[in-house]
C-alpha cells in the first residue's frame, strides 16, 4: 500500500448472508473501477471476504439492537487508518471509475437537509399530521436534550446514511464518533432502532465537526430507492440499470421452501429479544440516569 492509497478508503459494515451477499457485488464493482482504493468491511463473516484482493475484512460483533449503527464501528476503523473514508451501504453498487479528488475536513454528505426541515416534511407528509414522525421528533428532541444541544438555536443535518465521506478534522471526527455511540444506544433503548441519521447529525453538532453537500460529481452509483425515485421523476429510465435491479432483486427475494422462511423467521426475532435484552441490562446496570430518565 504506497502513500497515495493511504490518504483514502471506502467502508461498509454489513452482516446477514443476504447483505453479505450484496457487498460481494460491491467488492466487484471496486475491484473493477477503483482498485487502487483499499475497501474496509466491518463484518459477521470476515472469512467470506479474504480471497479479495482488495478488501481488507474485520470482524464485528453487533453491539446494538439492530444493524443500523454499527457502520460506526468500520467508520473508526477506517480513520484509524486513512485520512478520508467514504461509507457506502453495502446493499449500493458503483458503476464508473470514482474520481481521485480531496476531500475537506468534516463530513461531505451526497444528500443532506436541515433536520428540523426532514422532520417538517416528514410530518406534513399526509393531509394529517404522522403520528409516526411526530414520535420520532418527540424521541429525537430528547436526544438533542441528553448532548445538551438547542434544536432552536443550533443547526443540525439530517445525513442520508447511504454515501457520504468523513476526513479527520483535528480530533473533531473522534468526538463525532464518540457522541454517535452515546446517543445511538440511547436511541435504541428507548425504541429507534433505526434511522441514524438523527443520532449522525446530533454527534456531528455537539463535535463541532462541519457537514458539507456535495453532489459527488462523477461518483455513479446505484441505490434502489434513490434510483425508483429519479424515475419516478423523469429523470433517468427504468432500463438503464435494469440490471442492478434485477440482481438485487434475486439476491433479496430467493425462492426458500416455507418452512425455511419460518425458521428464519423465528431466529430473527429470537436474536433480536437476545440484544434487547443485553442492551437493557448493560445500560441499566452502567448508567441508567442517562438512558432511561
Same mark, same amino acid.
Given at each position: 500500500?504506497?502513500?497515495?492509497?493511504?490518504?483514502?478508503?471506502?467502508?461498509?459494515?454489513?452482516?446477514?448472508?443476504?447483505y453479505?451477499?450484496?457487498?460481494?457485488?460491491?467488492?466487484?464493482?471496486?475491484?473493477?473501477?477503483?482498485?487502487?482504493?483499499?475497501?474496509?468491511i466491518?463484518t459477521?463473516?470476515?472469512?467470506?471476504?479474504?480471497n479479495?484482493s482488495?478488501?481488507?475484512?474485520?470482524?464485528?460483533k453487533r453491539?446494538?439492537?439492530?444493524?443500523?449503527?454499527?457502520?460506526?464501528?468500520?467508520?473508526q476503523?477506517?480513520?484509524?487508518?486513512?485520512?478520508?473514508?467514504?461509507?457506502?451501504d453495502?446493499d449500493?453498487r458503483?458503476?464508473?471509475p470514482?474520481?481521485?479528488?480531496?476531500?475537506l475536513p468534516?463530513i461531505?454528505?451526497?444528500s443532506?437537509?436541515g433536520?428540523?426541515?426532514?422532520?417538517?416534511? &416528514? =410530518?406534513? @407528509?399526509?393531509d394529517t399530521? !404522522?403520528?409516526s414522525? %411526530? *414520535?420520532? +421528533? /418527540?424521541?429525537?428532541k #430528547?436526544?438533542? $436534550?441528553?448532548l445538551?444541544?438547542?434544536?432552536e438555536?443550533?443547526d443540525?443535518?439530517w445525513?442520508?446514511?447511504?454515501?457520504?465521506?468523513?476526513?479527520r478534522?483535528s480530533?473533531?471526527?473522534?468526538?463525532?464518533?464518540?457522541?454517535?455511540?452515546?446517543?445511538?444506544i440511547?436511541?435504541?433503548?428507548?425504541?429507534l432502532?433505526k434511522?441514524?441519521?438523527?443520532?449522525?447529525?446530533?454527534?456531528?453538532?455537539?463535535?463541532?465537526?462541519?457537514?458539507?453537500?456535495?453532489?459527488?460529481?462523477?461518483?455513479?452509483f446505484?441505490?434502489?430507492?434513490?434510483?425508483?425515485? &429519479? =424515475?419516478? @421523476?423523469?429523470?433517468?429510465? !427504468?432500463?438503464?440499470? %435494469? *440490471?442492478y +435491479? /434485477?440482481?438485487?432483486k #434475486?439476491?433479496? $427475494?430467493?425462492r426458500?421452501p416455507?418452512?425455511?422462511?419460518?425458521?428464519?423467521?423465528?431466529?430473527?426475532?429470537?436474536?433480536?429479544l437476545?440484544?434487547?435484552?443485553r442492551?437493557r441490562v448493560?445500560?441499566?446496570?452502567?448508567?441508567y440516569?442517562?438512558?432511561?430518565?
Open positions: 500500500m504506497n502513500l497515495k492509497q493511504k490518504e483514502f478508503c471506502i467502508c461498509t459494515y454489513v452482516a446477514g448472508s443476504i453479505r451477499a450484496l457487498a460481494k457485488n460491491l467488492v466487484q464493482d471496486l475491484a473493477k473501477y477503483a482498485p487502487e482504493i483499499p475497501f474496509i466491518y459477521d463473516k470476515p472469512q467470506e471476504f479474504e479479495y482488495n478488501v481488507l475484512a474485520f470482524g464485528h453491539q446494538g439492537i439492530l444493524h443500523y449503527h454499527e457502520r460506526r464501528f468500520a467508520i476503523k477506517a480513520l484509524s487508518m486513512f485520512k478520508s473514508c467514504m461509507y457506502i453495502s449500493v458503483i458503476c464508473a470514482i474520481p481521485n479528488r480531496e476531500w468534516g461531505t454528505a451526497r443532506c437537509t433536520m428540523i426541515k426532514h422532520f417538517q416534511e &416528514r =410530518i406534513n @407528509k399526509t399530521p !404522522s403520528v414522525a %411526530l *414520535k420520532k +421528533f /418527540e424521541l429525537f #430528547k436526544m438533542a $436534550n441528553k445538551n444541544i438547542d434544536i438555536k443550533e443540525v443535518t445525513i442520508n446514511e447511504f454515501l457520504f465521506v468523513v476526513t478534522d480530533g473533531k471526527e473522534e468526538e463525532f464518533l464518540q457522541n454517535w455511540e452515546k446517543i445511538a440511547y436511541a435504541e433503548v428507548n425504541g432502532h434511522h441514524p441519521a438523527y443520532a449522525m447529525g446530533l454527534a456531528a453538532t455537539k463535535a463541532n465537526l462541519r457537514v458539507r453537500h456535495d453532489v459527488m460529481e462523477g461518483v455513479d446505484f441505490d434502489d430507492r434513490i434510483e425508483k425515485i &429519479r =424515475i419516478s @421523476k423523469g429523470q433517468t429510465s !427504468s432500463k438503464d440499470k %435494469l *440490471k +435491479f /434485477e440482481t438485487q #434475486k439476491i433479496e $427475494n430467493p426458500n416455507i418452512f425455511k422462511k419460518i425458521v428464519k423467521k423465528v431466529n430473527k426475532y429470537v436474536e433480536y437476545y440484544h434487547f435484552v442492551l448493560t445500560t441499566i446496570l452502567s448508567n440516569n442517562f438512558y432511561y430518565r
